[in-house]
């Protein structure tokens, strides 16, 4: 629990204060503090108090109240009496018995600094500290556990214990997740868990698909993005890693979409030493993953392929977001961007791989076109691998015999255009 976000209040209706304010427990909650610096829940009152917090009979709001109550009584008689002039050494001997015994009774200080607050000459002290404490609590519980107070002491037995209060406020205790909801305490599970453990790695990897998307659309980078379409992309990954197919053939489409191509100019590479394409065409202002997936002359002959197959132009957002044109089925366009995406990083290897190789400082003749029909070949290769693993069970009955790329003819796969 230590390596989990703070919990909060998931509760839809307000708490209505009653007899279990009394059991409150004042250290470890999750609720408190409220009107304290620092967000309730991460810092709780034991790090405000660290004295008040070795009072062991300073449990519960209960005690808290009953104590401060005590106390005031104390005070009370204690002032009045040297205003009576009441001054001598025994009386001064049994208030100090008499403040003893409600030390012990009501707060029972157990450490040097806690023994030291709650002394007769520290009185002023010990309730600045106490009305302090009340203060860090929602005025209306502790208003409903002073109302069980009678003569200003705790009522016999007590209305609620520390499990009662538990039982109350446990099971408003949980997460609010984006995109999940509220997840309750006593529902958390391994999977959960782990979930909000990468709470920060998720929130990081929506800005990254969210300027993914950006630059798939056109779109500037202030635009804000249209509805659904980050969640349209998160069900897009759902999909392409459902599919039985070799995760080496995932990872480009994946690493692309959070910027995690080892390309010059992105997150990841600011330290890399400038090196242009070996295709000599490298635009400024452009960014390298538009260059390398979309730009590049080696992408280009990927998406020249996949727009002589379907006879239309095909937008990169079609490409990038896994959206299939008019007249193909997602289950075989899903396929398709991941053999494209692929063979564009693997065109984008073996060109900067032919460059060094070359030694050349320059861009090397023909040697951009010759990577693209490698690319080529690589992208229709993988289909064809792809086809040679068998119909999936699900999901492609709607995939004819002259369906574009990937056919199914006599109960098998034919990859073609």
């Not at 004295?51 to 002032?79: I, K, N």
């Not at 239309?312 to 299939?324: D, N």
Request: hydrophobic residues 45%; aromatic residues 8%.
């Amino acid at each position: 629990m230590a390596i989990l976000p703070p919990v909060t209040d998931i509760g839809s209706e307000p708490l209505v204060p009653g007899s279990w304010c009394w059991g409150v427990p004042l250290w470890g909650n999750p609720f408190l503090p409220v009107g304290l610096p620092g967000q309730p829940g991460v810092l709780g009152l034991e790090h405000h108090y660290p004295v008040l917090v070795h009072c062991h009979a300073l449990r519960s709001l209960g005690m808290c109240v009953a104590a401060l109550a005590q106390l005031r009584c104390f005070e009370d008689t204690w002032d009045s009496a040297l205003l009576n002039g009441v001054s001598g050494v025994a009386e001064g001997r049994v208030m100090e018995r008499c403040w003893s015994a409600l030390v012990r009774r009501f707060l029972d200080p157990a450490s040097p600094d806690a023994c030291a607050l709650c002394s007769l000459d520290r009185c002023r002290d010990l309730l600045t500290s106490l009305e302090s404490l009340l203060g860090a609590v929602p005025v209306a519980w502790v208003e409903a556990a002073e109302a069980f107070l009678v003569d200003a002491l705790p009522p016999q037995p007590p209305p609620a214990s520390e499990v009662d209060a538990w039982q109350v406020l446990v099971p408003r205790l949980g997460w609010q997740l984006p995109h999940v909801g509220a997840v309750p305490l006593r529902n958390l599970s391994v999977r959960m868990a782990t979930v909000l453990q990468l709470g920060g790695v998720f929130e990081e990897r929506a800005v990254l698909h969210a300027a993914f998307i950006r630059e798939a659309l056109g779109l500037p980078a202030t635009q804000q993005l249209p509805e659904g379409v980050l969640d349209g992309l998160r069900d897009s990954f759902q999909r392409l890693w459902s599919i039985r197919w070799e995760n080496g053939f995932k990872e480009a489409f994946w690493r692309l979409s959070i910027d995690g191509v080892p390309l010059l100019g992105n997150s990841h590479m600011s330290r890399a030493r400038p090196e242009c394409c070996g295709c000599g065409s490298v635009v400024l202002g452009v960014s390298s993953r538009l260059h390398f997936f979309w730009a590049c002359p080696v992408a280009r002959a990927v998406v020249e392929q996949l727009e002589v197959t379907l006879g239309v132009a095909v937008p990169r957002a079609a490409l990038w977001l896994a959206l299939p044109p008019s007249g193909v089925q997602q289950c075989v366009w899903d396929v398709v961007v991941l053999a494209a995406l692929s063979a564009m990083e693997e065109g984008r290897r073996l060109l900067r791989a032919r460059v060094r190789e070359s030694g050349s400082a320059g861009v090397v003749p023909g040697l951009a076109d010759v990577v693209a029909l490698s690319a080529v070949s690589w992208f229709w290769g993988q289909l064809r691998g792809f086809a040679c693993l068998g119909v999936p069970r699900r999901g492609w009955a709607g995939v004819g015999p002259s369906h574009p790329f990937l056919r199914l003819v006599g109960g098998r796969f034919s990859v073609g255009r």
